[in-house]
Antibody, heavy 117, light 110 residues
Framework: EVQLVESGGGLVQPGGSLRLSCAAS????????MSWVRQTPGKGLEWVAN????????YYGDSVEGRFTISRDNAKNSLYLQGNSLRTEDTAVYYC??????????WGQGTLVTVSS | HSALTQPPSAPGSPGQSVTISCTGT?????????VSWYQQHPGKAPKLMIF???KRPSGVPDRFSGSKSGNTASLTVSGLQAEDEADYYC??????????FGTGTKVTVL
């Protein structure tokens, strides 16, 4: 059974940093593109970033380019998202998701990041 | 890339059909057959319902179907059931390494 479990969310002050983790199991992690997707409270979904199976390609949405870094450790079956210079508008539930073609076929339960003073 | 446009709400009675539209441009929905649809119940993670415009993942009822015409994709839920009441989001590849979600539609079963 495919499982994705996020962790690392919490309260961060504006300008601060946070590192999110996603533990994957039930599939060959290194064979899949993985993504982070976020959802602002009461609003819609936004694709944040994705990374190729071998970590050799990484891409970011416009709103996080230059501030967030996606990475992975295939030996640990884990996906990460490092966010720096956080803004109040980065407040959201962050999901990790497995990519299949142009879609996301499995999602984690999400972890809430609140950016506030 | 701007969010794809969806109607805010789509009401329907049990047993009826509802169709949700997802309007983009020739740079996203109209340019690629990589449109997917997600169902999200309150407090839960999104669930993949349709991928590559018309394909259903294993386990998704055949009451759910997808289509596309020009720059507009559509999700149809036939034989509406109480459990179908949820938010639905479309998603499209937008060229390069760009992706865009729709604004979301709340399906209400009357």
């Amino acid at each position: 059974e495919v499982q994705l479990v996020e962790s690392g969310g919490g309260l961060v002050q504006p300008g601060g940093s946070l590192r999110l983790s996603c533990a994957a199991s039930g599939f060959t992690f290194s064979s899949n593109w993985m993504s982070w997707v976020r959802q602002t409270p009461g609003k819609g979904l936004e694709w944040v970033a994705n990374i190729k199976g071998d970590g050799g390609e990484k891409y970011y949405g416009d709103s996080v380019e230059g501030r967030f870094t996606i990475s992975r450790d295939n030996a640990k079956n884990s996906l990460y998202l490092q966010g720096n210079s956080l803004r109040t508008e980065d407040t959201a539930v962050y999901y990790c998701a497995r990519n299949v073609g142009g879609a996301f076929d499995y999602w984690g339960q999400g972890t809430l990041v609140t950016v506030s003073s | 890339h701007s969010a794809l446009t969806q109607p805010p709400s789509a009401p329907g009675s049990p047993g009826q059909s509802v169709t949700i539209s997802c309007t983009g441009t020739s740079s996203d929905v109209g340019g690629y057959n990589y449109v997917s649809w997600y169902q999200q119940h309150p407090g839960k993670a999104p669930k993949l319902m349709i991928f590559e415009v018309t394909k259903r993942p294993s386990g998704v009822p055949d009451r759910f179907s997808g289509s596309k015409s020009g720059n507009t994709a559509s999700l149809t839920v036939s034989g509406l059931q109480a459990e179908d009441e949820a938010d639905y989001y479309c998603f499209s590849y937008a060229g390069g390494n760009n992706f865009v979600f729709g604004t979301g539609t709340k399906v209400t079963v009357l």
